[in-house]
C-alpha cells in the first residue's frame, strides 16, 4: 500500500494503465453511438498513452536543476507524450486532464490524497477549457465526478481518496445515458469516459496492489429522443458579420459564447499577442447589431463589414500565397490524390498531434490552415495548432467535417488575400457543403431514422442516420435527392474502397433525370467504411 505518488509510481500507472486500455480496447471501440463501423476511441487512448509511455522511457533520469520534483518532473513527461500522440478527442482530452494534473503537483513535495484530489480538479478544469462546447454526458462529465470525489474525501490517504475517485467515476459513467440522448439510443455507455474508468482503475491497482478493474456498466434505461442537435452549422442565418477587434484573451472568451448563441459558422482567429491582441471575428446571424454590440462590449470592433448572402457570390479560386500551405488529413488513396493536386500537404488518417505537427512544419511556409476531415481529428489539429504557434507558426484549423467540404474549402483559396481573410472564406465555403456518408450498420441498434440490424444500409446526413435501406444504390440516390431537396447546384461523390463497380454511375444518372441543372463531379476516393460519400454545395 503506497501513500505517495513517487516518479516511480508514475511509471507504473502509466504502464499499467496502458496495459489494461489494451485489453479493453475492443470493448471501447465498441461503444459507438451509431452503428457504423468506424468506433475507434479505445484504439486512439492506446495510441495516445502509448506515446506518453514512450516519453517516459526516452527520459528515465533526466531531471531539471530546478524546478519540478522528480514525480512532477515524470507527469509532465507523461502529459506532454500524451499530447504529441493524442488521437481523436478522448485522446486530447486525456492528454489536457494529464497536463492539469501535472502542473498542479509537479512542486508539491508529496502527493498524497488531498494532492491527488488537486489535481484531478486542475485535470477537469483544463479539459473542459481545451473544449469549445463542452458536453454532459461525456469524459468530462466522468472527470469532474472523479474529481469532486477525491475532493469530498477530504483525506491524506491516498489509495483510499483514489478508491473514491474511480467508484465516483464508475458512477457518473454509468449515467450518462441519461445526459447523451444518442448514448441512450444505441445503449451504450460513453466510451471515452468508460476509458478513463480503466485509467483510475488502474491507478488503483498500483496504489493498493489489489484488482480494481470492474466491467462496463450496464447504462440505465433511459427514453430516447426523436432527435439529437447536429455538430455543424445551420442556413438558417441570413447575414456574415466580420470585424477586426483589439481585446484581451479573457473578454474574448466572453464574445465566442455570446456570439455562439446568436449564430453559427463562428471563427475567431487571434494574433497570439497577450495580454491583449488583435482577433478577427466571423459568424452568421440575423440579428447583426448584437452581434456588432458584443463586439463593442469584448473591445475596440472596426474595419465592420455585413453582407447578405443573397447578394454575394462566392469569392472566386485563386493562387496559393508564397508563404502559406494547408494540410489536410486524407482517409482513402484518391481523397489524397485529390487533395494534393490541390497543392496540399496530405497526412493519413486518424493522425497524432505530433503527426499533424510534423506535417505543418513541413511544408515550411508561416502560415498554415489544416482541415482535418473528422470531428474526433478536429481536436488534435487544434492541439497540433497550438503546439505550432510555440514554434512561431501561425496555424488555423477550418472545421471540416468531411473530405467534400475540405474540397470546397480549398477551391475557394485566395493568396491576394489577408491570411485570416482568407480562412474566413475556407470556412464559410465548407459550412456552405452539407455532407452525408453513406455505409453498411455493422450491429443493431436504435437510430433517429428507426432501428437497423447488421448489414443494413445508413445514409447519414452530417452525422446524423436519415435513412435505412436494403439496396446500396437505391439508398444513395435516396439520401442525393433528400439532400437536394433543400437546395443546391453541384454534387460530388467520392466512391469507397469497396464500393460496386457502376455506383457512382448509377447515383450521377439519377441526378441526371430528377436533376437535370445539377452538376455531378464523381472521383475515386478509396476511403474505407463508407462505399460513398456526397457532398451538396
Not at 502542473?103 to 486542475?122: F, I, K, M, T
Not at 470531428?375 to 472545421?399: C, D, F, M, Y
Not at 443494413?456 to 435516396?478: K, M, N, P, Q, R
Request: a negative charge.
Amino acid at each position: 500500500m503506497l501513500d505517495t505518488l513517487d516518479a516511480a509510481t508514475v511509471r507504473r500507472w502509466c504502464a499499467s494503465g496502458l496495459a489494461a486500455l489494451k485489453r479493453h480496447q475492443g470493448e471501447i471501440d465498441q461503444l459507438n453511438v451509431y452503428p457504423v463501423p468506424d468506433g475507434d476511441t479505445g484504439t486512439n487512448l492506446v495510441l495516445t498513452l502509448t506515446s506518453a509511455q514512450q516519453a517516459l522511457a526516452m527520459d528515465l533520469d533526466t531531471l531539471p536543476d530546478s524546478g519540478p520534483t522528480a514525480h512532477g518532473h515524470a507527469l509532465r513527461l507523461m502529459a506532454q507524450g500524451a499530447l504529441l500522440g493524442a488521437r481523436g478527442n478522448s485522446g486530447v482530452i486525456l492528454s489536457q486532464i494529464l497536463r492539469g494534473f501535472a502542473d498542479q503537483v509537479a512542486v508539491v513535495p508529496a502527493v498524497r490524497g488531498r494532492e491527488l484530489a488537486s489535481a484531478l480538479r486542475s485535470g477537469t478544469a483544463a479539459a473542459y477549457t481545451a473544449v469549445a462546447r463542452p458536453v454532459e454526458g461525456t469524459l468530462l462529465t466522468v472527470v469532474a465526478a472523479a474529481a469532486t470525489a477525491a475532493e469530498q474525501a477530504d483525506s491524506d490517504d491516498l489509495p483510499a481518496v483514489a478508491r473514491a475517485a474511480a467508484r465516483a467515476a464508475a458512477e457518473a459513467l454509468a449515467r450518462t445515458p441519461e445526459q447523451l440522448p444518442a448514448l441512450a439510443r444505441a445503449g451504450v455507455v460513453d466510451a471515452g469516459g468508460r476509458g478513463l474508468c480503466v485509467l483510475l482503475d488502474a491507478l488503483v491497482a498500483v496504489l493498493t496492489g489489489e484488482t480494481a478493474a470492474r466491467p462496463a456498466p450496464t447504462p440505465r434505461s433511459a427514453r430516447p429522443a426523436a432527435t439529437v442537435a447536429r455538430e455543424t452549422g445551420s442556413e438558417e442565418y441570413a447575414y456574415e458579420v466580420q470585424f477586426l477587434l483589439d481585446a484581451r484573451a479573457e473578454a474574448v472568451a466572453g464574445l465566442r459564447r455570446t456570439l455562439d448563441a446568436l449564430g453559427d459558422s463562428l471563427v475567431v482567429v487571434g494574433d497570439g499577442r497577450e495580454p491583449e491582441g488583435t482577433w478577427n471575428v466571423h459568424v452568421h446571424v440575423n440579428d447583426v447589431g448584437a452581434a456588432v454590440e458584443a463586439g463593442v462590449t469584448a473591445g475596440r470592433p472596426y474595419r465592420i463589414s455585413v453582407t447578405r448572402f443573397a447578394d454575394q457570390p462566392e469569392p472566386p479560386p485563386g493562387p496559393l500565397a508564397t508563404g502559406r500551405a494547408a494540410v489536410v488529413v486524407a482517409t482513402g488513396g484518391g481523397i489524397a490524390e485529390l487533395f494534393a493536386a490541390e497543392g496540399a500537404t496530405v497526412v493519413p488518417g486518424n493522425p497524432s498531434t505530433g503527426e499533424l505537427l510534423d506535417a505543418v512544419r513541413s511544408t515550411g511556409a508561416a502560415r498554415v490552415v489544416v482541415l482535418p476531415n473528422d470531428a474526433n481529428t478536429e481536436a488534435v489539429a487544434s492541439a497540433a495548432a497550438r503546439e505550432a504557434h510555440r514554434l512561431g507558426i501561425k496555424v488555423s484549423v477550418v472545421p471540416t467535417r468531411s473530405p467534400v467540404q475540405a474540397l470546397a474549402a480549398l477551391a475557394v483559396r485566395d493568396g491576394d488575400r489577408r491570411f485570416e481573410d482568407d480562412v474566413i472564406a475556407m470556412a464559410e465555403a465548407a459550412g456552405a457543403c452539407r455532407y452525408a456518408e453513406v455505409c453498411h450498420a455493422s450491429r443493431e441498434a436504435l437510430t433517429v431514422a428507426g432501428p437497423c440490424r447488421p448489414g443494413d444500409v445508413l445514409a447519414l446526413v452530417e452525422g446524423e442516420v436519415h435513412l435505412i435501406g436494403t439496396d446500396l444504390t437505391d439508398t444513395c440516390s435516396a439520401v442525393v435527392d433528400r439532400m437536394l431537396g433543400g437546395g443546391g447546384e453541384m454534387v460530388t461523390l467520392l466512391a469507397g474502397l469497396d464500393a460496386p463497380a457502376g455506383l457512382t454511375d448509377a447515383v450521377r444518372a439519377h441526378v441526371a433525370s430528377r436533376w437535370p441543372f445539377v452538376e455531378v463531379h464523381a472521383y475515386p476516393g478509396g476511403q474505407p467504411f463508407y462505399p460513398l460519400l456526397v457532398g451538396i454545395e
